[in-house]
């Protein structure tokens, strides 16, 4: 048995997997909430796609709570809060999940 690794994934790998992957969102989140602020965002090329996989992986997520706070204000300075609650959420969440899965 001296050439056998034994590998074991324990419960902390695992809330620290799913701990990354909370991160993960929130980081994308944040990134989206930056690509709203640019004016005329490019729609093609490189800028464009990355700024496309934002709106696809965040705003299904997003549009959860903006169906419930719309933005605050008009004329161009609406403010929307859905990044701001989504964000209060996930870290709930994930304080919650990964105590669940830590034990």
Do not use: K
């Not at 074991?8 to 990134?31: E, M, N, P, Q």
């Not at 706070?69 to 990964?98: E, N, T």
């Amino acid at each position: 048995m001296s050439g056998l690794v034994e590998l074991a994934v324990t419960r902390g790998d695992v809330a620290s997997f799913v701990s990354a992957l909370f991160t993960v969102y929130i980081v994308l989140i944040f990134a989206r909430v930056l690509a709203s602020w640019i004016p005329r965002p490019p729609t093609t090329g490189p800028i464009g796609a990355v700024l496309e996989f934002l709106r696809q992986t965040t705003d299904p997520y997003l549009n959860l709570f903006r169906r419930f706070i719309p933005p605050i204000g008009g004329r161009g300075m609406a403010i929307d809060l859905s990044p701001i609650i989504g964000l209060v959420v996930l870290l709930i969440l994930q304080g919650i999940v990964v105590g669940l899965i830590s034990g």
